[in-house]
């Protein structure tokens, strides 16, 4: 006589059939998925929403250190590569679910409501959506924020250096004459007169520095631009 084996998988279905208990787990289990989708929904709601909350109430045994930064090294970092840092309800882009489920597992783990969201991004991601890279924090208190999630791909490797004119107004002169006399190096010889002199060549160079200047200037009040260390905590599109 051979012996069949067990299956476990029919020994538990039968059970469950025995005692009733599928509607009560499928109950349990829709119950469940309906607290998440409405955790994930309350979640969503504080991203958009406009407040003024500076804390929260983590467990700071719990938060990682390398995830701690003071206001200060975010200015800073703002200002090298031109970027803001705003309350998530001017975000424009998608916040991805990552970010929603970490959320959603500090929230736990801390058993707390993460309150005042602050979104580091280009200015552009604060008004139509791209792919550069936004940085989610929450306030701890005492002007530190705690990074949640960064999504994204990464900035440009040369965003520090096109975005270090703008950071003074020493540093868009400097620039400004560089171009200048490179542009005046490449004015032909022999142009305005047979013999070139040291003179006309300042002259030339003089010249080209109030039209690229002009530009400059035209530029930064018709589109209403500032330098970097007065834009990065500005929600104004005119900044």
């Known amino acids: 006589m051979i012996l069949k084996g067990t299956n476990i998988e029919h020994k538990l279905q039968s059970l469950k059939t025995k005692k009733g208990e599928s509607e009560k787990i499928l109950a349990e289990v829709q119950q469940i998925l309906r607290e998440d989708f409405l955790k994930e929904e309350h979640i969503t709601h504080q991203l958009g929403s406009k407040n003024n909350v500076r804390s929260n109430d983590f467990e700071f045994d719990l938060l990682e250190t390398d995830n701690i930064y003071h206001i200060n090294q975010i200015k800073d970092i703002c200002i090298d590569y031109r970027l803001r840092f705003l309350d998530s309800s001017y975000f424009k882009g998608g916040i991805p679910q990552e970010a929603i489920s970490k959320i959603k597992h500090l ?133």
């Open 107 to 239: 929230e736990a783990a801390h058993d707390t409501e993460i309150k005042g969201f602050k979104i580091m991004a280009p200015s552009k991601l604060f008004k139509l959506e791209d792919k550069d890279d936004p940085l989610l924090f929450a306030p701890i208190g005492n002007d530190y924020y705690y990074l949640i999630h960064k999504w994204g791909n990464d900035l440009h490797p040369m965003r520090k250096f096109f975005a270090w004119p703008f950071k003074n107004m020493a540093n868009l002169v400097f620039v400004v004459l560089l171009i200048s006399y490179f542009v005046t190096l490449m004015v032909p010889e022999g142009l305005f007169s047979k013999k070139n002199t040291t003179a006309e060549f300042w002259i030339i160079y003089f010249f080209m520095f109030k039209c690229i200047a002009s530009i400059v200037i035209f530029y930064g009040f018709a589109l209403g631009k500032n330098f970097n260390p007065s834009i990065w905590k500005s929600k104004y599109f005119n900044a």
